[in-house]
């Protein structure tokens, strides 16, 4: 089957064609809101732009708020999507894609915002945005001070977990198999829970971790509904070789960031512990290569996280960031973007359309997927039932073994028991959008 072509028994994408839907909802609401901070955003930047570029400066300014108001007017207004003009390296493959989703919808009507794949189209305007915000300014992150003031705000939970880090390494020698498991468990759930933090389901209102991120553990519990930690431990000690084994020189574990701020935090305190424990010997880190969902990673955040962290003047904060960088410049841990990554394609794509990136991914002993839009590019971001399994909704896409750490906050949900979603869906009518539920899902071989 061609790529993009759905096959027998694959749901329909979700989309706003559905009245009322949350992907309707965000669309109408959620979206333009975004759009407006960002006018205002780069409207308080004027002098910068000016001190910087001086004229040509000001007239990008003025281009980036005509352009967006044009947005935010097409959007509201339902127009067909438009091709891309700014003839940058992925241009051509978003103007591609544009034609498939067009095959896909006939010729009876255009692809528009309301009617297209939600997936799609909450993709194209990030997209367009960086359309808009053209040279000189095109270096200008339009999301830089939501993602600076999430990790400003989150501090005391910085600092907590960096102290926890600490006293784990402290006792890392001497530690049963039992207790490393329990520690990683541990770290694996903050992980997980940072994902909380993301702005772009706040349309940017502030939205950062306060509590102690370790001691809220026990009390999120419940609210895992997936939890496969098992298989993902299981899958590390199984792909753990003794040093000089000659097998393979480095075993991988891979990080699909997501946000910024906070959750960036726990994935490299995650990848620390992943590190100084021997579960791993190298993390390659996926970003994005522009500003992405309000508040992804992109490699100027990632740097600009480990500079702060390496400031700060906290004895375990700042031990911690010079850990990490040391990581870096030794080549333990890599950072990495991938134009895919910030593309509208569902991930059962990827070996067709991002084969070098699918090879990548093959060389990791394990995948983690940070977040709600890896899963929603997980699953295809379709109607499937709940109770379907994870694997059926990868449809194909299985690189290594991988896990998605996701707090719900878009409505696909797939591998529940028979009866869960719809005992939630009476409990908790909100429960697939409100951000209070999680899931640790993972696809690779069975192990014992
Ligand atoms: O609708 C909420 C939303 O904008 C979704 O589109 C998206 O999946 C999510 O926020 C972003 O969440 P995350 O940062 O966890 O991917
Ligand atoms: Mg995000």
Redesign the pocket.
Known sequence: MAAGQIGYGVPPSLSAKVTGS?AYL?IRD?MPTILTKAVDTIHRNKNKFFEEHGEEGISAEKQAISLLSKLRNELQTDKPLLELMDGLSDTESWNQYMQRQQRQLGDQELVSWFKSPWLYV?CYMYRRIQEAICPPINNFDVFNEGKTQSFFESQQAVMALCTYLGDVQKSMEKLSENQLSEYFNKLLQVSLWG?KC?L??SAGQENSQKASPIDSLPSLQSFILVNDSNMVWLTLNSSRRPEGSGQKTADRVDIVL??AGFELVTDLVLADFLVSSGLARHIHFHGKCFPW?V??VTANDFQWTIRQTMAANHKWMSKSGFQWQSYLNEGIWSYHDHPFWTQPHEFCDMAADAPDLYATLQEADLVLFK????Y?KLTGDRAWGHAVDFCTALRGFEPAPLCSL??L??NVQVGLQLGQGEKLSTEDPSWMTNGKYAVIQFHGPKLE
Not at 371 to 374: E, P
């Open positions: 949350f965000t959620r909450e994902n993301d772009s389901i997501d946000n969902f508040s992804d977040g709600d839009l890896n929603r996701r707090t906050k878009a």
